[in-house]
């Protein structure tokens, strides 16, 4: 049985053999956020902002291995770099010109949150 050290440990590699931009939510985020203020049509046809955040959740799981949010001194999640990176993007597309009044990318923090914060809490709740 591995120790929480061993797992955090092994967590390091868990994208060693991945290049670095692909496993950088903000940098990701930044070439999603050039591609729409680009092409903000295709961007918006091809439903990237539904997309994000399957896309964004093992990157964001993998940052949460050591996250326990019942324990007193727990990291708050909005200091945690996926958040401020997603929030960040949310923030940017307020400013874009490409900016829709149904942009899905408004949803993106709130679906990250859904489908992978929530089921986090909803397990460590059922374990405790």
Same mark, same amino acid.
Request: charged share 35%.
């Given at each position: 049985?591995?120790?929480?050290?061993?797992?955090?440990?092994?967590?390091?590699?868990?994208? #060693?053999?991945?290049?670095?931009?692909?496993?950088?939510?903000?940098?990701?985020?930044?070439?999603?956020?050039?591609?729409?203020?680009?092409?903000?049509?295709?961007?918006?046809? /091809?439903?990237?902002?539904?997309?994000?955040?399957?896309?964004?959740?093992?990157?964001?799981?993998?940052?949460?291995?050591?996250?326990?949010?019942? +324990?007193?001194?727990?990291?708050?999640?909005?200091?945690?770099?996926?958040?401020? /990176?997603? +929030?960040?993007?949310?923030? /940017?597309?307020?400013?874009? #010109?490409?900016?829709?009044?149904?942009?899905?990318? +408004?949803?993106?923090?709130?679906?990250?949150?859904?489908?992978?914060?929530?089921?986090?809490?909803?397990?460590?709740?059922?374990?405790?």
């Amino acid at each position: 049985i591995l120790s929480i050290d061993d797992v955090l440990e092994e967590s390091k590699k868990i994208f #060693e053999d991945v290049h670095t931009d692909c496993c950088d939510i903000r940098k990701i985020l930044l070439k999603f956020q050039e591609r729409k203020e680009k092409f903000p049509n295709s961007y918006c046809d /091809a439903y990237i902002g539904f997309c994000l955040p399957k896309l964004l959740n093992p990157l964001v799981r993998v940052q949460l291995i050591n996250w326990s949010p019942l +324990e007193q001194n727990s990291t708050d999640l909005k200091e945690m770099p996926w958040f401020r /990176a997603v +929030e960040g993007f949310s923030d /940017a597309k307020k400013s874009s #010109e490409s900016k829709r009044d149904d942009d899905p990318d +408004e949803e993106v923090l709130p679906r990250v949150i859904e489908k992978t914060i929530l089921p986090k809490i909803t397990g460590i709740l059922r374990l405790s």
